[in-house]
């Protein structure tokens, strides 16, 4: 197991640096065989206690430890489901809640199976090993970029071919810089480097932009909503508005996420949007605001 692992640290860290799956096995056989075996001996030949004051266990340990309070948090709170529900609705609310922990009696009878044992200050010191992690802080970065991502970048006037472009041409610096060796990106695996360090600058070029922004113009649009057909075989087929919007002559059909919304039930009964358009630090027009306002 041990051998395993290491086989897919390598490969996750970029030490194995091949491009072919069946290539990369035979290297890591190859290279780092010896190696792994000879770590794994070391563990299988320590004592007991000594094993558990090495990282590899600590870390592992940590992530079961933190999985398993949070399931029993999660699990208590399915259970008391009908207690929220009489919270929020009263009795309607109360026997909607007990239904559902009815029907989740799978998940939430396992704490009862599995006989976990709850100990507060174990979870917490297992959650600061595990928010120590690098895979927890990339996984971290990568939610940050998403929200950035579709708050701000994408609330630039860019097509999406410019947008691509200007994307490419980060992740190509980053290689050069990687390729060369630069002192500065060192320190960074190839994971974190180009799945988090490049999107991460990507965002910060647009995120600036965005927030240091001058001459504010306002546009007015009527708009009409595409429809979508829902139902099918087995219910009646239905033409229903979407949270699309489309303008006459084909305005601003380059930037679709100017007429994409998520609050669909602003919108639904609307038939005219303001927007408030400003212009970037960097030379770049932004959408800064808008309303639905007939």
């Given amino acids: 197991m041990t051998e395993a692992y290491e086989c897919l640290t390598d490969i996750k860290s970029g ?3 091949v491009q072919q799956p069946t290539i990369l ?3 890591w056989q190859r290279e780092s ?3 792994v075996r000879q770590k794994a001996r070391e563990y299988s030949e320590m004592e ?3 094993f558990k004051m090495t ?3 600590k870390n592992s340990q940590a992530a079961i430890t933190v999985i398993e309070h949070l399931y029993f948090f999660s699990a208590i709170a399915v259970m008391l489901c009908p207690l929220w529900g009489y919270i929020y609705k009263a009795w309607a609310g109360f026997g909607v809640g007990l239904f559902f922990t009815f029907l989740s009696v799978h998940f939430w009878a396992g704490i009862f199976n599995e006989k976990i044992t709850i100990n507060l200050s174990s979870f917490f010191q297992s959650l600061v090993l595990v928010v120590k992690a690098k895979t927890f802080k990339y996984a971290v970065i990568t939610i940050i970029n998403l929200i950035v991502l579709f708050r701000f970048t994408l609330n630039t006037q860019l097509s999406f ?3 691509s472009f200007i994307l490419l041409a ?3 610096l980053t290689f050069l810089a990687f390729y060369f060796k630069v002192s500065a990106i060192k320190k960074f695996s190839k994971v974190g480097l180009f799945l988090c360090f490049t999107p991460s600058i990507f965002n910060l070029f647009f995120l600036t932009n965005f927030v240091f922004t001058s001459n504010p113009t306002t546009e007015v649009y009527t708009f009409v909503h595409e429809k979508r057909w829902y139902g099918g075989r087995t219910t009646k087929a239905r033409l229903e508005k979407i949270a699309y919007i489309d303008f006459t002559n084909n305005k601003y059909e380059e930037y679709p996420w100017f007429r994409m919304f998520f609050d669909f039930d602003a919108m639904k009964d609307k038939s005219e949007i303001t927007y408030r358009f400003e212009d970037g630090l960097l030379g770049l027009r932004v959408l800064k605001q808008y309303d639905f306002t007939k």
């Fill in 33 to 35: 065989k010896d190696r």
């Fill in 55 to 57: 990282d590899y266990y």
């Fill in 25 to 27: 096995y035979t290297d």
């Fill in 170 to 172: 980060f992740y190509a």
């Fill in 48 to 50: 007991y206690e000594a």
């Fill in 161 to 163: 071919f410019s947008l």
């Fill in 15 to 17: 030490k194995a640096n």
